[in-house]
Structure formats: C-alpha cells, structure tokens
C-alpha cells in the first residue's frame, strides 16, 4: 500500500492577514481589506495590487546573502511553525527533511534598484548580491536557516510553482529520500511582472472579477505559504495530486480546458475518488476572459454545476508562484473550520457564454477539497486534501 502523507502544519501570511487565525477570519468573510491602490509599480498608472503591509522580520547577518524581501515575507510564515519544523528536524534528522520551495520572482524586486544604479554608474552598489535574485535562493535560505543538509530545492514553474512542491516532496517521502519536507513558497511584488503584465494588458482596472460577464483582467497579490508534510497522522492528509501539461500557447490556456480536465481527473484517480466524493474547488479563477472560460468548461464536464467552488483571488491578488500554496492552504482551513467555504466575492453578473458555476455554497457537503492552478505554457496541477 502506497504510504499516506500528512500536512502536520501551517504557517501563511498574504493580503488577507497574517497567520492562520487572522487569515481564517478574513478568508472566510471575503475581506478585501488587503487590495490597495498603487501608483509607485507601473510608471504613470495606478493599479490595485494584494500587499502585505505588515513590517517583515530581518534576515539576521549570519544569513545576510539571503537578504530579500521574498525571503523576509516567508520569514514571517516560517515562524508560525517555527516550533513544528525544529520538532521534525528533532525527530529524522537534519540531513533527513527536505525543502521544496515554490516561486516565480524570488527577490527580483530587491535587484531591480541595484540595476537601476548599474544603469546610471556603471556598478551595482555596494551589498548587492546576485542571489537576491536566484530562483534558487528561496529553498537555500529556508534549508540555512535551520541548518538542513537534505535535498533543498526550488520549483519555478510560473503560477503552479509552490502547489507542485506538494507533489515533489511526496515523492521524496515516499521513495526514501527523506522523512519529511518543508514545502511552500513565496512571491512578492516586483515592478518587472507587474509591468510585463501590463504590457500584455492582462491588468484589472480594478479589483479581478472572476467569471463575471464584467471581468476585465487579474491583479498580482504576494503571500507566502508554508507547510510540514510528513507520515505522521494529522488532521489534513494530501489524498491526490494531478498534473498535466498541454503546451497550447505560450500565455493563453487551451481553449475547451482539456489539460485542467487531465489534472482534475489525474487528482482524483490518484486519490481514489469520484467527482461525486468533493465538497469545494478553489479555482484558478484569474478573472481573464480565456482562463475562467477554459475552467468552467473543465470543472463543468468533470463535476456538473451543483459543486461549490470558489475564486479566491478578489481577496488576494493572484500570488503567481506563491498562490498555489496559498490556496491550498485555505483548503487547510476550510476543513478545520468545519468545511466552511471562501466565498466567491464579485458583482454577480453571470456570464451566459461560459457554463455556469456554482458560486453559492456555503459549506462542504463533504471532506474532500480540491485546488486548482494553472500557469503559462500549459503547466496544470490540482491537488486534493481530505480530513483524516
């Protein structure tokens, strides 16, 4: 028998709060006290953004090459669990947990002023550090930080980046490489993807309204999610991961949402489940006219239009390689609160065009979740949870 895997903690911070009390209340209320209208990322156009406001914990100087804000705003998830991760690294041994991070900007946006200087001088200023910036650097921070000695990676796959650490860690547990894993990730705020989607006029005028006939674009957020996934019984076991890859077009998904049909399905057979098992989805749900109509398709043919489901980005800003762990998270947190659902927040103007979803559910007829990502290029995962 295939080994189980257990989700034994979590640590979060993003838009909606900080830590998973706060983030509980405002998720499951719609709060979007955490979107914000900037003017300082896109020159000459203000745009809202999901922003951590919160002051983010130093890097101490032991660890000052890792100085990032991306690192700073996992800093603030690591230390929620910081207790749960010493007790594992206690337990196996420090060469025996895994770290598998997710991210698509890593510290980008601490770099982006140092080449600004370079530009104007000739040279980077003094303390830039070309690792502010290597995708890398996420997972050996997290791994110097508790002084790991096991496999330490970064997954960087755009928009799935941190749901596919999930996937990734399980299979080290279960083929031996370790004992338990570190897995998340964090993205932050970074004037060169939020002008790149800019440029592809893919931004929101205001805030996303996902699957509404009115919906005109997405809005970046960043968080940071973390969780420890070992063999040991918990409350929240990962039941089914699915992936797939269709490689239609660089940006744009395929249009009938064939391989978000692929790794629903995949998650559900690599959980033992049937459509009829679930309770809620967390759709992709990025509020453009493409993606949600290529995921309606998909979840419409896999489950009908009876199943709750839910976009939870109006809430936090599409976190990009942060979200997937996020949003799995806030399955996390629907299942301890009793299977009481994200609500859908928009305007409420369906669109006839695309099939029509149920954005009214409440609370989980059942304990069985579903998280949807989907990036550029076709790279699709969908992860299932269930209560132990």
């Known amino acids: ?196 989607f800019h440029a592809l006029e893919a931004l929101s005028g205001g805030i996303c309204n996902p699957f509404s006939a009115n919906r005109d674009g997405i809005n970046i957020g960043e968080g940071a999610s973390v969780f420890v996934l070992t063999r040991d019984e918990a409350a929240i076991r990962l039941a089914g991961v699915g992936e797939s890859s269709d490689a239609y077009h660089l940006s744009a998904p395929q249009p009938a949402g064939l391989g978000a049909e692929a790794a629903m399905r995949a998650a559900l057979k690599d959980a033992g489940r049937a459509p009829s098992d679930l309770g809620y989805i967390n759709l992709h749900g990025t509020a453009t006219r493409l993606n949600d109509a290529a995921e309606s398709a998909a979840v419409s043919r896999v489950f009908g239009q009876e199943l709750p489901v839910s976009s939870t980005k109006p809430m936090t800003g599409h976190m990009l390689g942060a979200a997937g762990a996020n949003e799995i998270a806030f399955l996390w947190l629907a299942l301890h609160a009793d299977g009481k659902l994200p609500p859908h927040v928009w305007d409420g103007e369906l669109d006839r065009d695309i099939p029509v979803l149920n954005f009214d559910g409440q609370r989980a007829a059942t304990r069985a979740m579903l998280s949807n990502s989907f990036a550029f290029g076709g790279n699709n995962i969908s992860v299932l949870l269930e209560a132990a």
């Open 1 to 196: 028998m295939t080994a189980m895997v257990f989700l034994n903690a979590l640590g979060i911070a993003n838009p909606l709060g900080v830590g998973k009390a706060q983030v509980t209340q405002a998720l499951l209320t719609g709060s979007q006290a955490g979107m914000e209208r900037r003017r300082d990322l896109i020159p000459e156009t203000e745009i809202t953004v999901g922003a951590v406001s919160r002051n983010l914990p130093e890097i101490p100087d032991i660890l000052i090459q890792h100085a990032s804000r991306n690192n700073r705003l996992m800093s603030l998830a690591l230390d929620e669990i910081d207790h749960d991760i010493r007790a594992a690294i206690d337990r196996y041994g420090a060469s025996r947990v895994a770290v598998v991070m997710g991210t698509s900007t890593s510290g980008v946006g601490d770099a982006e002023p140092a080449i600004a200087h370079k530009m104007a001088t000739g040279a980077f200023p003094d303390g830039y550090r070309f690792a502010q910036q290597d995708m890398a650097d996420l997972a050996a921070y997290v791994a110097a930080r508790f002084g790991l000695t096991g496999p330490a990676l970064t997954i960087s796959t755009a928009c799935t980046s941190s749901a596919k650490t999930l996937g990734m860690a399980r299979r080290f547990i279960r083929t031996g490489v370790c004992d338990a894993a570190i897995v998340g990730g964090a993205d932050t705020l970074c004037k060169l993807t939020l002008n790149g």
